[in-house]
């Protein structure tokens, strides 16, 4: 079946640390992979995507790489702000299985000064 | 542009007591979706809508009953309130077009509590 694990937090990293979010999945067909990011009382926000093998999804300053020979998806920041302290979340959707998107569990990141 | 609009955005209910929760999007999608969120469970999928006219389950569907009243919306109902559904919902869209999915669009969510 399908489903993504995410790296347990909560991380902490003082500004302008380097982030990294490790994420791996499991598919039974070619998914698209996604970067959610949830800030405190809020939905979910896309944060960047990719849709086959190789791609590079970016956005904000955080990159991730869809590697299909790894089944990973970890995301990137070179160089983090107070203001990208949030939860985020890794997830795929799989049209051979309806449509749905499977979430990791998320990992709350804390930026501090 | 509204996006995903969810209501009400909270709401305490006595265990046995019934409610729907109100889900609409202005996106013209043809995908929507419930989840719940509990602390160190992430996103678990209580039904989902791949299109208008059809719903299917998810991951945690007891309890729990849809009705993809049309395009536009998406309705989750609680027929009798247990505990146990004390959570964070989330209402979700996406339009998913030959392979490419765009992602999903989510509402503000709904604060739940059942005592």
């Known amino acids: 079946g399908n489903s993504v694990t995410q790296m347990e937090g909560p991380v902490t990293l003082s500004e302008e640390a380097f982030l990294t979010i490790n994420c791996t999945y499991t598919?039974?067909?070619?998914?698209?992979l996604f970067w959610y990011v949830q800030y405190p009382g809020e939905g979910l926000q896309l944060l960047l995507k990719?849709?086959?093998?190789?791609d590079k999804g970016s956005n904000k300053g955080f990159e991730a790489t869809y590697r299909k020979e790894t089944t990973s998806f970890h995301l990137e920041k070179g160089s983090v702000q107070v203001s990208d302290s949030a939860v985020y979340f890794c997830a795929l959707s799989d049209q051979n299985t309806g449509n749905q998107f499977y979430f990791g569990t998320g990992t709350s990141l804390t930026v501090i000064p | 542009n509204a996006g995903v609009t969810q209501t009400p955005k909270f709401q305490v209910l006595k265990t046995g007591q019934s409610m729907t929760l109100q889900c609409a999007q202005d996106?013209?999608?043809?995908?929507m979706y419930w989840y719940r969120q509990d602390p160190g469970m992430g996103l678990r999928l209580i039904y989902y809508?791949?299109?208008?006219?059809?719903?299917d389950k998810g991951e945690v569907p007891n309890g729990y009953n849809v009705s993809r009243l049309n395009k536009r919306e998406f309705s989750l109902r609680l027929e009798s309130a247990a505990p146990s559904q004390t959570s964070v919902y989330f209402c979700a869209s996406s339009e998913i077009t030959l392979r490419q999915a765009r992602g999903a669009f989510f509402g503000q969510g709904t604060r739940l509590t059942v005592v």
């Open positions: 809508s791949a299109s208008e006219g059809t719903t």
């Open positions: 598919a039974t067909g070619y998914p698209s």
């Open positions: 990719a849709t086959k093998a190789d």
């Open positions: 996106m013209n999608h043809n995908s």
